[in-house]
């Protein structure tokens, strides 16, 4: 059996799109769950869309993510160069295009902008493309000696015949069978010498003896041409995985607009790195059972790639705010506070014991940014509505709340252990001497330390990280609220 591999060949465009990263990591996931090879290929002729820094992002991305490459332009596997730039240089793809030059299965084409300006256009997937007419496909041998010995510009184009169809296969979509006359002529290398993404793919996945290819569905119209390029070198071309469209809420294209369209707008939105791969992967592919938390090694051995579905796939951030919520409850205590202190910080600038609060919130959110809403009444006691020592369950009203506050004050006042424990034993004996419920007496309190319907842990826990003198004054306040209240 041949050995696996698989690759993952960006454009360095921008930021990791929420479908790059699937497709990496899809591509990971086949190689590693045969022990095969998961190669870093990067795709960099378009050299208009080329953007600074970006290959950073994804050399960054792969390793935050754990996608670990066993080749690449800084891991040297033996079928470098890695990065088609510099792969141009080698000539290996005008070696391969004069192939095909030779076999008749493509040609140059001199025609300038102008002449190619009055060709017919077609729309192609929103893009407005002109179909070339095969104009220089009649030139003489001669013709085209004599234009290349001149240093006239060229293009060099596949050359597809108007007859016949071509059949490719896809491993969601099965065999695929176009009329060949739907097929353009399309651009091998460019005028600047560089091979198009078109030709390159096909050569370096070759070249490179990848098995699987996994890129999202918008190649699969442009299949049928790589088909008959593989044909036309008698090669035999990869399993094909065209993924299904990832879109939003709406069921539009998953884009910019949403906000959340990349890995890094997900980082920054405060979400954890295993959370956005667990549920990237959720996103076309499922187990056999309706499991949903996976680590990347759980991925690795439950990943078949025969059960990913070409139905689209929404990406649902209320859903991924969840799971993330999990991946948060199950982080130990440290990992999770070291990434909750600077949200914590950024609320809380007076003196408080991080850590206890920290504890207090970490059941309790989805992602970090929510930390802000559960704690910021620490800082500051926001203003609140006296309705709410009201509580019917608990039994209370605003009579009931501002008696148990004047109680408060002088056992407070005297109190000197201000542990959460030894508050609480001090209020479990008042509650029983008054022989009332628990709330009866926390509700109120509560009510006037936070000023809030919820917080993130119980009065006496609260009372301990706000300490004795900033406890009484919140008391003081509730008592004047009150009494203002009562009238
Ligand atoms: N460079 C292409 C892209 O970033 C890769 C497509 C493929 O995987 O073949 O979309």
């Not at 051995?301 to 209320?318: C, G, L, M, Q, W």
């Not at 002088?410 to 008054?434: F, R």
């Amino acid at each position: 059996m041949t050995k696996i591999r698989t690759r993952y060949a960006p454009s360095p465009t921008g930021r990791m799109h929420v479908g790059n990263l699937r497709s990496a990591l899809y591509e990971f996931l086949i190689a590693k769950h045969d022990g095969g090879d998961f190669m870093l290929r990067i795709e960099d002729t378009d050299q208009e869309r080329f953007v600074e820094g970006a290959v950073d992002i994804i050399y960054r991305t792969l390793e935050k993510t754990g996608l670990v490459h066993d080749e690449g332009p800084d891991k040297d596997g033996g079928y470098g160069p890695y990065v088609q730039s510099e792969r141009m240089k080698t000539g290996i793809y005008m070696k391969y295009a004069k192939e095909l030059i030779d076999k008749g299965e493509a040609y140059y084409c001199f025609c300038d902008k102008e002449r190619l300006a009055t060709l017919k256009t077609e729309v192609v997937e929103g893009k407005e493309i002109s179909i070339y007419d095969k104009h220089c496909l009649s030139l003489s041998r001669e013709e085209v000696e004599a234009n290349l010995a001149a240093g006239k510009p060229f293009v060099i184009r596949q050359n597809i015949p108007n007859e016949g169809t071509t059949t490719f296969h896809d491993e969601l979509y099965g065999d695929i069978t176009v009329e060949n006359a739907e097929l353009d002529d399309m651009i091998l290398i460019k005028s600047d010498g560089y091979p198009t993404y078109n030709f390159a793919n096909v050569v370096d996945d070759h070249t490179m003896n990848i098995t699987h290819v996994v890129r999202g569905n918008e190649y699969l119209s442009s299949s049928p041409k790589y088909q008959r390029l593989y044909d036309a070198f008698g090669w035999q071309s990869p399993v094909y995985i065209h993924l299904p469209l990832i879109t939003d809420e709406n069921h539009k294209k998953l884009s910019k607009r949403s906000g959340h369209s990349s890995f890094e707008d997900l980082l920054e939105q405060g979400f954890v790195t295993e959370a956005i791969v667990n549920y990237i992967a959720l996103l076309g592919w499922s187990p056999e059972d309706n499991r949903e938390i996976f680590t990347l090694d759980e991925l690795i051995k439950e990943f078949d790639y025969h059960r990913i579905s070409k139905s689209p796939a929404v990406f649902d951030i209320v859903k991924l705010r969840w799971m993330n919520g999990e991946y948060i409850k199950a982080m130990d205590f440290d990992t999770f506070y070291e990434m909750a202190e600077p949200y914590l910080k950024d609320v809380l600038k007076k003196n408080f014991d991080l850590k206890k609060i920290a504890n207090m919130v970490k059941t309790r959110i989805e992602v970090f940014p929510d930390i802000a809403d559960h704690v910021d009444f620490f800082e500051a006691l926001p203003e609140y509505d006296p309705e709410m020592y009201t509580h019917k369950k608990m039994k209370t009203n605003a009579e009931t709340s501002l008696a148990v506050l004047r109680d408060m004050i002088p056992i407070l006042e005297a109190q000197e252990d201000y542990s959460n424990d030894g508050l609480y034993q001090t209020l479990v004996k008042y509650v029983e001497e008054k022989g009332v419920k628990n709330g009866y007496v926390m509700w109120p309190i509560r009510t006037a330390l936070s000023g809030k319907q919820m917080t993130p842990a119980g009065a006496t826990e609260i009372m301990e990280v706000l300490g004795k003198e900033e406890s009484l004054t919140r008391i003081r306040k509730g008592i004047a609220l009150l009494e203002r209240t009562i009238g």
